[in-house]
């Protein structure tokens, strides 16, 4: 298990490597001049030339790229231009919105994407392994700004159970942090739901035909046991791959969640970083998202191994 | 001997898209207390569906049993009874010991479960129990073995890991459907062996299904050979191996080649199983009996005593 987890770290880092250089290299993968792409079309020579000593882009490329990896090591992403303030600074400005917001939708997605998958195997070809497949089908094909804008109208106009949007900080007010969170989640997590129950309803129809399924029943351990022990560990090895990646992308943010429901969050400020031009926070963005997906890949690579002794050997 | 096992009877049913199709009719067979008994055809007769039936296994839908009853010790068994004995009283081993232990559990968990299931004991005491069933299947060093996984462990171990759950509960029936055919020769020997060996120890009856009646003819005492799901031929194993009476024993018989022989080719039965969607009427062996004429496709021949305790289902059985 060590040496396993070990390579797999090792494996990761080169990964790693790649993402920040790729991240470096959208600046020079501009077409033209990107000093003067950056400022825009009704720029003066002068404001395109400050800009080009603000980025560093007078120097030679090595120079630039040993500027950049420095920067990182030290934590630094450089300056957006738009905010006129560190990169770093205005993604964890913005975690405490998306990181909440991808923790309740991934718990939304586990706590209802895995029974409904599993009610749906044992329940095969019947009236509620059809409904669940029909309900996890809607919400995978479903838009998520028309399904935010039906809850909104539900629960935000008509009821007036919960905020029709906006984003309240939790030292504010816990309650309404919590309120405020609740349609967003929602919204963010019924495609993970229907992935998720999808996979786990095939998954267990393939195990539940497993011998050692049969085996379990013939031992006489009760139906629990047989599905939720001998079952249901080896359903987890593909599931959670599946989770790994949603996670990850709730994680990057949702630019169409966070605009319909006003809330500032991580997929917004890229949003705005590309529509504005504001390279340095497209490569920070690029960065964190490519990071947190690489980490992920290596978190699931590690579980599949304590879920599967066979897959800590080989390889 | 009292009957331990007894199976009246039995017909199992299949849905299919064109209606359902009965893949058992009227299997009728009796193990005794202690027993071992034996049940042979080729792929497709019936005998593990049989097994299945009685453990309450079959998968349903689309199975289910139609017609019949079984008994044990006495207690005519539904559903419900099945659950109850299942791994308690009545255990089963299979054909593949790779797949049927489960991949992400450890041995020791495999085996000690049932322990904790039926019996109630503490993890610690199952664990002890299931290091020394381990040692008593011949597995050797079995402490450490507890917390290996089934891949790390050879074929003929994985079989003895199988043998070592089921026994764990003392059950007084234990089926073993095909417990060898994915074993090397040598290996066969020794887990059939240690089948004995445990039985003359504990005193359980020992149902085993096989295609090899190389394998029957070494352990059991009784055999019912088994043909498109019915029953052809039963007795004692020494009668009906040495007189067979129904010609699909015989010709059974024949397409073992011998040691001895400079054969050059085995007279191998023509044609396969049918499937039970195309069983013909009457005998359903007919259309591959050489002896087999008109009278033969009208109705299914009953089992029919030929000698003492030695019955056939063919209306002009061999005579001892």
């Known amino acids: 298990m060590f040496w396993y987890a070990a390579r797999r770290i090792a494996a990761s880092v080169p990964v790693l490597l790649l993402v920040t250089l790729i991240s470096f290299s959208m600046m020079h993968l501009v077409p033209g001049d990107p000093a003067a792409a950056i400022a825009g079309s009704g720029a003066t020579n002068a404001e395109i030339e400050a800009i080009r000593l603000q980025l560093g882009l007078d ?4 120079v630039q790229l040993a500027t950049w990896f420095g920067g990182l090591l030290q934590g630094d992403l450089g300056r957006s231009i738009l905010l006129n303030r560190p990169v770093w600074q205005a993604i964890v400005e913005r975690l405490p919105i998306t990181l909440p917001l991808a923790l309740f939708a991934l718990a939304l997605t ?7 998958g599993v009610i749906a195997a044992l329940r095969a ?12 089908m809607l919400g995978v094909s479903v838009p998520s700004f ?10 935000g106009v008509h009821l007036e159970w919960l905020p029709t949007g906006g984003f309240v900080p939790f030292s504010e007010d816990p309650a309404a942090w919590a309120r405020s969170m609740v349609l967003p989640s929602i919204s963010l997590a019924l495609l993970q739901i229907g992935l998720l129950a999808r996979i786990t309803r095939g998954t267990m129809l393939e195990v539940l035909r497993q011998d050692y399924v049969r085996t379990a029943r013939a031992k006489g351990l009760p139906g629990w046991m ?13 599931v959670v791959t599946v989770i790994g990646i949603s996670f990850g992308l709730l994680l990057s943010g949702s630019i169409v969640i966070e605009t319909v429901y006003g809330m500032p969050g991580i997929g917004r400020l890229i949003a705005n970083a590309i529509f504005g031009r504001d390279y340095p926070v497209i490569q920070g963005g690029l960065l964190l998202t490519g990071t947190i997906l690489v980490l992920l890949n290596l978190v699931v690579d590690l579980l599949y191994a304590v879920i599967d002794p066979r897959v800590r050997y080989g390889r | 001997m009292s009957a331990l096992l007894e199976i009246e009877d039995l017909a199992v049913a299949f849905r299919t898209e064109r209606g359902e ?16 008994f034996g049940v042979v055809g080729e792929s497709g007769s019936g005998k593990s569906l049989t097994a299945l039936a009685v453990m309450g296994l079959v998968p349903d839908p689309p199975g289910r049993i139609s017609r019949g009853t079984i008994r044990f010790a006495g207690e005519k068994l539904d559903a419900r009874a099945k659950a109850r004995l299942r791994g308690r009283e009545i255990a089963m081993i299979f054909q593949e010991p790779m797949s049927a232990l489960n991949p992400v559990f450890t041995v020791g968990e495999q085996v000690a479960e049932g322990l904790r299931v039926h019996e109630r004991m503490s993890h610690r005491a199952a664990s002890a129990r299931a290091a020394e069933l381990l040692g008593h299947v011949g597995i050797p060093d079995p402490v450490r073995r507890l917390s290996q996984y089934p891949h790390e462990l050879s074929g003929g171990m994985r079989q003895r890991v199988m043998i070592a759950a089921a026994l764990a509960c003392r059950p007084r029936l234990l089926i073993a459907d095909e417990p060898t055919t994915a074993l090397d020769v040598t290996i066969q020997a020794q887990i059939l062996s240690l089948l004995a060996e445990l039985q003359r120890e504990t005193g359980m009856a020992v149902l085993l299904i096989t295609h090899d009646l190389g394998v029957i003819a070494q352990v059991v005492k009784r055999v019912a050979v088994m043909y498109a799901g019915r029953v052809v031929e039963t007795g004692p194993v020494v009668p009906v191996f040495e007189a067979p009476a129904h010609p699909y024993t015989r010709a059974l018989l024949r397409s073992i080649p011998a040691l001895n022989e400079d054969e050059v080719r085995l007279p191998a039965i023509p044609g396969s ?28 021949p009953p089992l029919i005593a030929v000698a003492e305790d030695h019955h056939a289902a063919c209306i002009r059985p061999f005579a001892a």
């Open chain 1, 125 to 136: 070809n019947t009236w509620v392994d059809q409904a669940v497949t029909g309900l996890a």
């Open chain 1, 226 to 238: 047989v599905i939720g022990k001998h079952a249901l560990k080896n359903v987890m090895v593909p």
């Open chain 2, 273 to 300: 199983v049918p499937v039970p969607a195309a069983w013909p009427p009457g005998c359903r062996f007919n259309p591959r009996c050489e002896l087999a004429d008109a009278a033969c496709t009208r109705a299914a």
């Open chain 1, 146 to 155: 028309w399904l935010a804008l039906m809850l909104i109208v539900l629960f």
């Open chain 1, 110 to 116: 586990l706590l209802i994407g895995i029974p409904a």
């Open chain 2, 21 to 36: 199709v009965e893949a058992l009719s009227g299997v009728s067979l009796s193990v005794g207390d202690g027993q071992s």
């Open chain 1, 59 to 62: 120097k030679p490329f090595l």
